[in-house]
Each structure stands twice: as structure tokens, then as C-alpha cells.
């Protein structure tokens, strides 16, 4: 079973905990489920709530009892949210770390902030050959 089908008996209300075998309640994931539900701005306070408890105590089961209890019967899927990718080659920022002396989260700071001009400019500066450069600015 996925997260989603876990979240449709949640809302559904088909399944007790106690209609699951083993192996599905091992994939019950709380974390998943909360974060899958925090989606949803109007259950952020129930996920939150929950939440403060899940590490004191409360188990799995008790996780989907209270939510299968407390969610409506209607369910809507929100799309997650997805971090965004790096439109930096690693490389580049290694270089450009190891230039300032900084961290290479730093360097995406320094790259986007002197844009893909003077970055050229700076790799050319630092010595850095005009092959290895295009290969870095991809």
C-alpha cells in the first residue's frame, strides 16, 4: 500500500486498523501521513497537533484511529511540494567556494548574485581555461 491509498481509507473510513495485516501496518508511515495531510492548509492544525504527540507516545495505530476519526469524509489531493533542483553544476560552486572561502551554499549565493557574466569573468580571472569554463557554466 502507498501513502495515498493509507490517506483515502483515512478519509473513506473503509478499514478499521484492525483490518490490516501485519506487513500494512508496518507501512503505515506517520511521517509521510503528516506531511502528506499538511498539505492541505485546512488540516494543519490537526497535523500539528498530532504531531506534538507522536513522539511522546502515541503509536502508529493510535496516529490512524485519530485521524480516520477526525478527517472528513471528503478527500481532495493536494500536490506536494517539491524542493527546487540546483541550476548550479557542483562543480562551479566548489570553485567558486574554494575562491571566497566559503561553503558551496554560500557559492550559490555568490554565482546568482554576479550573474553568469562576471562568474565567467571571475573563472577567467582565477585562471581557469576557456574549455573548463563552458563546462562549468553548464
Known amino acids: 500500500m502507498t501513502p495515498f491509498d493509507y490517506l483515502k481509507i483515512l478519509h473513506n473510513k473503509q478499514k478499521s486498523w484492525e483490518d490490516f495485516n501485519d506487513e500494512e501496518r508496518k507501512a503505515f508511515n506517520v511521517f509521510i501521513i503528516n506531511k502528506a495531510l499538511s498539505m492541505n492548509p485546512a488540516y494543519l492544525d490537526i497535523v500539528n497537533t498530532i ?8 503509536v502508529q495505530k493510535d ?11 471528503k478527500f481532495k489531493f493536494f500536490k506536494w ?21 566559503c561553503s558551496t551554499e554560500d557559492a550559490k549565493g555568490y554565482t546568482t548574485y554576479l ?11 582565477i585562471g581557469i581555461q576557456e574549455a573548463d569554463i563552458k563546462k562549468l557554466m553548464k
Do not use: C, W
Open 81 to 101: 511540494i517539491k524542493g527546487k533542483k540546483s541550476k548550479y553544476n557542483s562543480d562551479l560552486l566548489k570553485v567558486v567556494a574554494r575562491h571566497f572561502e
Open 51 to 58: 504531531q506534538r504527540y507522536t513522539n511522546g507516545g502515541l
Open 115 to 125: 550573474g553568469k557574466k562576471s562568474t565567467k569573468h571571475l573563472l577567467v580571472t
Open 63 to 73: 496516529v490512524f484511529n485519530i485521524y480516520k476519526d477526525m478527517l472528513p469524509k
